[in-house]
């Protein structure tokens, strides 16, 4: 009887301290992230996999995330500790085909193509991150065969050619993050990634058109590429945008004014850039938007948003930068900004170079 009861407990015990629902990877997964292993040189997260280890139920770290969901790997991220093209002091130099190898890179015999022929088998990943990992050469089309997928960064690394326009097809992408590669040539269409809510393409070689996207976006990140054209006045729908940057490209015409008033819009950077025209004194901007950098661009007019004069009055600490490094000392007022109180306005402005 006493046994009987202690092998009740025991069994109890057992239920209790087993996970919900045992996921244990098919043997072909398993024998996919062997194949990964192997093909990023043993990067140190990956050493310790052995043929008993459950992936499923590895220790989650910064640099290692496995998720499974029903026996298959959903999520898989990786960051190693390799350099990224703007933080490399080594030139890269192209090898063969005009890809780009150097110390910082994984090795000439490394092949993107392989790689993601491998990673592709795996087609159940909804989140994907190969970061600072070395990888280089051109993202394969082939990329669309991973349907599910929700997100991907793939930040960091010396990913060079165009962005295939295959990507477009995987509709259910939230976020996008190829910053930091050696992308160039120009966005394919991505307007068909209505889910998309988040992109990066920062730090690139991309131009030389504005990309076109999808309207529900919050964040667009494009800063220090060559894009080359205006800002398409279909901004004005992008009703959803909190973040834009555009930093760092040679963008020009005049700023749309409807991208002060956007609904939901908070930061704004087009510095760096030039931009050229007026700007009207009379600006409406959104009552959200708290950064405002338009430095370093040819506009020849001032901006000031009323409703900030009046905020100021409230406890806003407004952040706007109008800095008087204009560039080739065109004849332009410039204000700057501060808080000191001005007969109930905290706002002062001061003219700075030639009107
Ligand atoms: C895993 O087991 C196979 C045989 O089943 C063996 O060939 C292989 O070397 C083992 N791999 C590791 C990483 O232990
Ligand atoms: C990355 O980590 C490995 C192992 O710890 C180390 O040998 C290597 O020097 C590191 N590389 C960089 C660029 O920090
Ligand atoms: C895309 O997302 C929808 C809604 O979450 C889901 O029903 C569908 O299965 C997903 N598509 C793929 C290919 O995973
Ligand atoms: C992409 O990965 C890098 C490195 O882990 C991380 O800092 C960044 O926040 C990631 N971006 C997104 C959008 O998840
Ligand atoms: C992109 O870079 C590759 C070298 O990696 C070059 O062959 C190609 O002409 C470039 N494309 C554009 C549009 O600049
Ligand atoms: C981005 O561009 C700015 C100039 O707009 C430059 O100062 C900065 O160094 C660039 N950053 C990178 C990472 O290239
Ligand atoms: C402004 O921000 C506040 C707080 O984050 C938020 O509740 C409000 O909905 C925002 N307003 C608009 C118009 O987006
Ligand atoms: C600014 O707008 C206000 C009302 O919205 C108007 O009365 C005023 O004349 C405008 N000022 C300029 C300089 O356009
Ligand atoms: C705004 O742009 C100027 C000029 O590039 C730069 O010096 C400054 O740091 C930027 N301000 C912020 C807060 O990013
Ligand atoms: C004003 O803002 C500062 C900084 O955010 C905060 O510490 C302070 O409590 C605020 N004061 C009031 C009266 O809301």
Known sequence: MEIFRDSVLCFLLF??????????????????????QQI???????????????FCYLHQSPYLVIVCSENHITEFSLVGNRTSPSQSHIPPK????????SQETLPDKFFIGSFFKVLTKLSNFKVLSLVSLGLWGQLPATINRLKS?????????????EIPGSISVLTNLTSLVLADNLFNGSVPDMKSLQSLQEID??????????????????T?????NSLRSGIPSEIKDFDLLQRFDVSG???VCPIPSPLFSLPSIQYLNLDDNQFNGALSLNLSCSVNLTFVNISRNFLIREII??????????????????SDKWRFGISTPVFLLSERSIGGYSLEYESRGAV
Request: charged share 15%.
């Open 15 to 36: 239920l209790v301290i087993l996970p919900p629902s045992i996921a244990q990877l098919s043997p072909s997964e398993t024998r996919i992230l062997f194949q990964i």
């Open 94 to 101: 192209p090898t063969s085909g005009n890809l780009f190898v």
């Open 201 to 218: 393409l920062s730090i690139n070689r991309l131009g030389l058109e504005f990309p076109s996207m999808s309207t529900n976006l919050a």
């Open 40 to 54: 990023l040189e043993y990067l140190e997260a990956l050493q310790g996999w052995k043929n008993w280890t459950s």
């Open 149 to 161: 997928l929700e997100k991907l960064n793939i930040s960091s690394n010396f990913i060079s050619g």
């Open 249 to 251: 490209n040679k963008l």
């Open 220 to 224: 667009i990140k494009l800063k220090n």
């Open 305 to 322: 948003c009323l409703h900030w004069i009046k905020r100021q009055q409230s406890n806003c600490t407004e952040f706007m930068e109008l």
